[in-house]
Nanobody, 113 residues
């Protein structure tokens, strides 16, 4: 059974930082592209960042230069370092295995003063 468990969300002021983590189990983690998506209230879920099995990355234009995705294949984790956070980054953030359609339960990020 595949499990993706996100952690690290919370409330942060504009300009602040958060680091999200996703722990995966039940899959051969090292062979899959992993992704972070987000969904804000009233909006569609959107891609934030993806990282391939060999470490190539791609980012949404809105987060380029502020967010960094990384993975640790020995620990089966994928992380999202978020810096210079803006109120428009407020959303539920989800970890996923795009090719398998597996999703975590999400972790809430709220950016507000």
């Amino acid at each position: 059974q595949v499990q993706l468990v996100e952690s690290g969300g919370g409330l942060v002021q504009p300009g602040g930082s958060l680091r999200l983590s996703c722990a995966a189990s039940g899959i051969i983690f090292s062979i899959y592209t992993m992704g972070w998506y987000r969904q804000a209230p009233g909006k569609q879920r959107e891609l934030v960042a993806i990282i391939t099995n060999n470490g190539n990355t791609n980012y949404a234009e809105s987060v380029k230069g502020r967010f960094t995705i990384s993975r640790d294949n020995t620990k089966h984790t994928v992380n999202l370092q978020m810096n210079s956070l803006k109120p428009e980054d407020t959303a539920m953030y989800y970890c996923c295995v795009p090719s398998r359609g597996h999703w975590g339960q999400g972790t809430q990020v709220t950016v507000s003063s």
